[in-house]
């Protein structure tokens, strides 16, 4: 059982490339999320999916898209990189949106552009 | 969303146990009490949660106070692998996004 898994771990880009971010669980999960960390600060929410065919921008959007794929799969894209997206980026999924059940986050992908 | 307080940085001893504090004197009636960790490099792992009674699971105990105003994570006998940043989330339920907010957290050092 391997919960929310993110491909790719680490990434280097130049400014100007795109770039997508993959997200799968296997929890059954009907919401998930993707997240970005940088250092000396919280998690800040980018986009997320309260469940299957549907997506609304978190506190960070601007600069990303995102794809629910299917119940499992939660993509984010950066059509044009820029050094301000370097950052570590996560994902995570939950039961329900409006629920108290925890999230399960991944273990991130780290992303570098020059 | 409730705003916590907790301190920056804790030594435990390995082998006791790590009591990790949390002030949430602003948390409402309905919002809930979440600790999460951040072992270097991984993503945040969820440990427990709770809204009033105490609760206890395989990782960690988690005591409430009866005001709600703060709460305390134990991890009973702490390990070199339980050194990490531990966060405390007060949080409810909702359908607007369910951001959690991790803030800086405590940095818990658990030493031979």
């Known amino acids: 059982n391997a919960g929310v898994t993110q491909t790719p771990k680490f990434q280097v880009l130049k400014t100007g490339q795109s770039m997508t971010l993959q997200c799968a669980q296997d929890m059954n999960h009907n919401s998930m999320y993707w997240y970005r960390q940088d250092p000396g600060m919280g998690l800040r929410l980018i986009y997320y999916s309260a469940s299957e065919g549907t997506t609304d921008k978190g506190e960070v959007p601007n600069g990303y898209n995102v794809s629910r794929l299917n119940k499992r799969e939660f993509s984010l894209r950066l059509e044009s990189a820029a050094p301000s997206q370097t950052s570590v980026y996560f994902c995570?999924?939950?039961?329900?949106?409006?629920?108290?059940?925890?999230?399960?986050f991944g273990d991130g992908t780290r992303l570098s552009i020059l | 969303d409730a705003k916590t307080t907790q301190p920056p940085s804790m030594d435990c001893a390995e082998g006791r146990a790590a009591n990790l504090p949390c002030n949430h004197s602003?948390?409402?009636?309905?919002?809930?009490v979440y600790w999460y960790r951040q072992i270097h490099s991984q993503g945040p792992q969820y440990i427990i949660h709770?809204?009033?009674n105490n609760e206890t699971n395989e990782m960690a105990s988690l005591i409430i106070t009866e005001d709600r105003k703060s709460s305390t994570l134990i991890l009973p006998h702490a390990t070199l692998r339980d050194t990490a940043v531990y966060y405390c989330i007060g949080k409810r339920g909702s359908n607007t996004g369910n951001q959690f907010y991790f803030g800086t957290g405590t940095s818990l050092t658990v030493i031979p």
């Open positions: 995570a999924s939950s039961s329900l949106t409006n629920s108290n059940q925890p999230q399960h």
């Open positions: 602003t948390i409402s009636g309905n919002e809930y």
């Open positions: 709770g809204l009033k």
